[in-house]
């Protein structure tokens, strides 16, 4: 298709000389153009791949990936639990109880979500089983509760300290209401690494909850476990059948649909806006490319009047600012890949650097920034860039075919 004339000259015009130095410049600036942009875009959507993979892993991981609840507590909660159990598609089904407390300890106080559940649950979660930083699993019975790193920090907890809990249930004395409060043992320490759940959780077993929170009998609701979270409505529709109307079956993505939803947009939107920089970059090459053939109207007439057909004059020039396209999109690429790839750790350096924080916990819910390159998200990325490249080259190079060696020679 390329013959090695149309190389040896597409190689030359890359390559500009002295006289042509403005050329050159608009022509690196394209390359810069391409794969600044092409690298951002990699570096940016396997951040957002990151953020909503670590969000969805942790929220169900903590949470369960279906919830079956109603108006009032569940009292026949073990019956209905042994028939979850039994559909297909379903690991567990596990009691809980959650309310919302003020934890006090130490003269400070805040709010909190204290989740009641049975040890062998709390066990099975490996998401908490495997961050514990501080005492044992076993300790995670009678009175003893589990809290996160950050609200630990916060009051200044250790294992073995005691927490005081005040329940929002209001207990009916002589005196009229009074609010329910306990005084428990911190059992043990975790770390999730999300900020929310590491500052604003308490974990307690079952049957103090029960008391605690004025349920003897019953639980708040029953968090399901499905063995593929990306097939739930097969699984819910199945649970719906086995309660009967006796409680409300309620999915993962109604309990954090619209923050998911919001995850999504802002990935489709930003998606968008850095393409633009991809856009813009092609048309430097179409304006260096069009200045370029214009600085060499006269080499391109003396070809035509050699013999160089109108086909090879635009083979040339397609090939020299696709050349500049591909080459920035290639290096764009891997050094997106490169930076994706290192992200926490190009992270850790500039704030030791500067001594900012970049990534504030209390912001952004993870400690750690995440990323995850999608390679299938990276071909489309690459692909999209040789494409504008390409399409950039058209009308310069339609245009050096089109010039008129007789018009070009006349006044030379």
Known sequence: MF????????????????????????????????????????????????????LITRVLGLNGHLSVSANTPLTDYNAMGLRIEELEGIVSASPII????????????????????????????????????????????????????????????????????????????????????????????????MFEYDSGFVFMPLDVAQIFFQMPQGVSSLEIISKDPSKIDDVRRR?????????????????????????????????????????????????????????????????????ATRGSMMRIFMMTGASIGIIGTTVGALAGILFAVNIESIRQWIQGLSGTDLFSEEIYFLSKLPAIVEWDEVIVIVGMAFVLSILATIYPAWRAARLDPVEALRYE
Do not use: C
């Not at 040896?8 to 500009?16: H, K, V």
């Open 3 to 54: 013959s090695p004339f149309e190389f040896m000259l597409a190689g030359r015009y890359l390559r500009a000389r002295k006289a042509e130095g403005f050329v050159s410049v608009i022509a690196g600036f394209s390359f810069l153009g391409i794969m600044l942009g092409v690298a951002t875009l990699i570096i940016v959507m396997s951040v957002m791949n990151g953020f909503r993979h670590e």
């Open 98 to 193: 959650e309310g919302q407390v003020l934890v006090t300890g130490n003269g400070r106080s805040s709010g909190a979500i204290a989740r009641g559940m049975r040890q062998t649950d709390f066990a099975r979660k490996p998401i908490i089983s495997e961050s514990i930083k501080s005492g044992d699993i076993a300790n995670f019975a009678e009175f003893n509760v589990a809290i996160g790193t950050k609200m630990a920090d916060k009051f200044g907890f250790k294992v073995g300290d005691p927490i005081t809990l005040v329940s929002s249930k209001v207990r009916t004395g002589p005196f009229g209401g009074m609010p329910v409060s306990k005084t428990f043992t911190v059992g043990l320490i975790f770390d999730v690494g």
């Open 239 to 307: 649970i719906k059948t086995s309660v009967a109307g006796e409680a409300g079956v309620y999915d993962w993505r109604d309990m954090n649909g619209s923050f998911f939803t919001a995850l999504q947009v802002e990935r489709n939107v930003m998606f968008l806006i850095l393409t633009m920089i991809i856009l813009v970059a092609a048309f430097n090459i179409i304006s260096s490319m069009i200045m370029l053939v214009k600085d060499k109207g006269r080499d391109i007439a003396i070809m035509r009047t050699m013999g």
